[in-house]
């Protein structure tokens, strides 16, 4: 019960320290240009109209040992991400990149223009500009989607089991250990691991209704 537990949480870390910082890169990186921005933009979001389970699917095509990635990493790295940690990982980064990265956008092109431009004026790098101008003034946005895109990643089933697998202790998250519990007749342990899904469920929304109303 607690190695799930651990997977899921440690696979939401590193979700949101991906997407946070990816998502700030291609914001930035695209701002001046507007085709580039569409068509990334629509890749980006793309995850969210996909079920699941077509983008672990996906993932599997363009990752196995028989694609060409999948093959340059194994070959050169001895790195895989079928059956793995990794694949866990990446199908959450995925399936929870829209939200980060809309989140980030909307929060980002909230804030009052002018602040931006006295900021430039002043001939401020784009990190400061990002440290004392964007973050600050949009941060609840920025935090809201953090929340929404750790309970998907907290969530995910679909993308996972088909690319990482259900593999205990080393790929199965809570989701997938509900899912072994039940397909076992394990009703007990199914409950138990049910109750702890609500229970963080619960506080993603707890505190993503507390942001939200300070916002409102």
């Not at 980030?104 to 804030?111: A, E, L, N, Q, R």
């Given at each position: 019960?607690?190695?799930?537990?651990?997977?899921?949480?440690?696979?939401?870390?590193?979700?949101?320290?991906?997407?946070?910082?990816?998502?700030?890169?291609?914001?930035?990186?695209?701002?001046?240009n507007s085709n580039l921005?569409?068509?990334?933009?629509?890749?980006?979001?793309?995850?969210?109209?996909?079920?699941?389970?077509?983008?672990g699917y996906v993932l599997i095509i363009g990752l196995g040992k028989n694609s060409i990635l999948g093959n340059f990493f194994y070959n050169f790295f001895d790195f895989k991400f079928i059956f793995s940690f990794q694949g866990a990982v990446l199908a959450a980064i995925i399936v929870s990149m829209p939200?980060?990265?809309?989140?980030?956008?909307?929060?980002?092109?909230?804030?009052?223009?002018?602040?931006?431009?006295?900021?430039?004026?002043?001939?401020?790098?784009?990190?400061n500009m990002i440290r004392y101008v964007y973050l600050p003034l949009g941060y609840r946005k920025v935090?809201?989607?953090?929340?929404?895109?750790?309970?998907?990643?907290?969530?995910e089933f679909g993308a996972t089991i088909l690319i990482a697998g259900n593999i205990p202790g080393k790929?199965?998250?809570?989701?997938?250990?509900?899912?072994?519990?039940?397909?076992?007749?394990?009703?007990?342990?199914?409950?138990?691991?049910?109750?702890i899904l609500f229970i963080f469920s619960g506080i993603f929304l707890f505190f993503y209704i507390i942001l939200t109303k300070k916002e409102s």
């Open positions: 019960m607690i190695s799930p537990l651990k997977i899921s949480l440690f696979i939401v870390f590193i979700s949101i320290f991906f997407n946070i910082f990816f998502s700030i890169f291609i914001y930035f990186f695209l701002k001046n921005k569409k068509i990334t933009e629509f890749f980006l979001t793309l995850p969210i109209f996909l079920p699941p389970s077509v983008i939200i980060f990265y809309q989140s980030i956008k909307v929060g980002f092109d909230t804030i009052d223009k002018a602040y931006i431009e006295t900021a430039q004026c002043l001939g401020i790098s784009t990190f935090f809201s989607g953090v929340i929404l895109g750790a309970g998907r990643a907290f969530g790929t199965q998250t809570l989701p997938l250990a509900l899912y072994s519990a039940i397909e076992s007749g394990n009703y007990e342990l199914a409950n138990k691991i049910l109750i």
